[in-house]
């Protein structure tokens, strides 16, 4: 048992995604620890390529089976990694499957407590949350008032794409705590499990590097033009150590700018031999980490930014909507 262990999570319809995540942590990151994987519900034929590959499997039994606001509730499966059985080892780093992993971990591994990248539009916790619906009914009224009451609901929400603690968090409850919140709040939910992790860890989390968690610029948008830049080097090596396809257009489809680099990588993961660990193809020095995700942090869309006058400035989005009304007459 290594005193580290990285994590995806998948259904039957992102094996390919699995591989992948693990193939570009296997050949590029030089992790030392061990691998596996969250079966949400995969039957055992297919779970055969990771058996064979040294790749753990934890078994993952539903416990919600409605969409939450459109989004699967595959996602909630992460809540497992919360039980006492993964305080086998000292740390944990969480990795969505609509991910590459391009450079050394070293960083995540050594994190303390429970550790993540801010969401990348630099919004507040209230922004997962539809506290809108309180008009709909009396009983959503009184969750929402019971909300803002025991949750800070003004503070940054972090993106649970990306995720790393030591394992000396977890108690006997958590899981439960976990689901107890979610089943608790769910009709609020913006989507999946972010909401939850954030408040179970409202005010208790640590901010990590945004080079580990760079969500990528959609295609065919007029605002790559300023985007881009900062996501390439000479047009081939993103600045960034992890990648996320937090949006629709994922890696794995032939529109992504990033298909080819994609599909190499599940070429690859065949090739996988846990018994010869190879180096990182990349360390990345503290001084490139923080100059990369401060840049990172500059690039936020237009869209990303009226959603964070949203909601940590209302009073201002409300005079510049009026503005814009009073330009197009």
Known sequence: MKKSLLVTLADE????AAKQLFSSVYFNSGWKGDYMLLAHEIPEKNLKWFRKKGILIK???AFYNKKINGRKPVLLSKFYLFTPEF???KNIVFIDGDAIVRASLYK?????GFAAIPCTNWVILGYDFKLDRAKESVTLKRKVKKLKKTYDMKVPAFNSGVMAFSTDIIRKNTFSELKRLFMMYKDLHSGGDQPTFN???NKKWKMLPRVYNAWTPLPNNPYNALVRPIFFDGGRRTKAIILHFA???KPWKRESIFYNEWEANLKKADSINLKKRLPAVKKWTKSEIWLHSAILSLSVSPVFMLAFLRTSFPKFYLKLKKIRKYLKK
Do not use: E, G, M, N
Request: aromatic share 20%; hydrophobic share 50%; proline share 5%.
């Open 13 to 16: 319809s992102y094996i390919d």
């Open 59 to 61: 078994k993952c039994r």
């Open 87 to 89: 305080k086998k080892w």
């Open 108 to 112: 995540l591994v050594a994190a303390k």
């Open 199 to 201: 408040l179970f860890f």
């Open 247 to 249: 949006h629709p257009i």
